[in-house]
């Protein structure tokens, strides 16, 4: 098993480009999550899906949206990037109940310039 | 609102020193708790984990317990190796939220 995937690991993006973080999960789970990483921060959600066809705001959604391509597949799309949003990005996905532990991708380290 | 306190770090001991880092909680209900541990250019991945009031996680010589009472679940290591040197995140989560709440993580660098 893969895992958790997150492609790519590394993007440099101008102001106002766009671009989207695609995200894979072959461990047949329900929920995925997006966070944010900044130094001294810790993990910052971002939206999460707790099923296929759902998605939800966390707790720094703006500039983002999201997309639930099936139950494998969760996506992040930055519209129009700013360099606010340099950061280290996580997917994420959680086992089958709802108190379970969440299984980490690698990350994609963003730079907007 | 759900929330988790961590200590701040870094936490800088030397090979073989016993490690202790704090986490503290409050939380509507009754959450389960988590360590998880992060390695340079990693994302995280878990190292313990309890889900009841007096649960002891333990992994890789790693333990916390769930305290209720004192709404704790520290983080303690008898003997620090070099290969520890990580940031490591204290979590919980909530019946029915679908949301964890992470620490704001705490760098362990030990030292040979």
């Known amino acids: 098993n893969a895992g958790v995937t997150q492609t790519p690991k590394f993007q440099v993006l101008k102001t106002g480009q766009s671009m989207t973080l695609q995200c894979a999960q072959d461990?047949?789970?329900?929920?995925m999550y997006w966070y944010r990483q900044d130094p001294g921060m810790g993990l910052r959600l971002i939206y999460y899906s707790a099923s296929e066809g759902t998605t939800d705001k966390g707790e720094v959604p703006n500039g983002y949206n999201v997309s639930r391509l099936n139950k494998r597949e969760f996506s992040l799309r930055l519209e129009s990037a700013a360099p606010s949003q340099t950061s280290v990005y996580f997917c994420?996905?959680?086992?089958?109940?709802?108190?379970?532990?969440?299984?980490f991708g690698p990350g994609t380290r963003l730079t907007v310039t | 609102g759900d929330s988790v306190t961590q200590m701040e770090g870094p936490v800088t001991l030397s090979e073989e020193a016993f490690l202790t880092i704090n986490c503290t909680y409050t939380a509507t209900g009754y959450p389960s708790l988590f360590w998880y541990v992060q390695y340079p250019g990693e994302g995280l991945q878990l190292l313990l984990k309890?889900?009841?009031?007096?649960d002891k996680g333990s992994n890789k010589g790693f333990e916390a317990t769930y305290r209720k009472e004192t709404t704790s679940f520290h983080l303690e290591k008898g003997s620090v190796q070099v290969s520890d040197s990580a940031v490591y995140f204290c979590a919980l989560v909530t019946s029915g939220t679908y949301k964890y709440i992470f620490g704001t993580g705490t760098r362990l660098k030990v030292l040979a």
């Open positions: 994420a996905s959680q086992g089958q109940g709802d108190r379970d532990e969440q299984y």
């Open positions: 461990m047949n789970h329900n929920s």
């Open positions: 309890a889900t009841k009031a007096d």
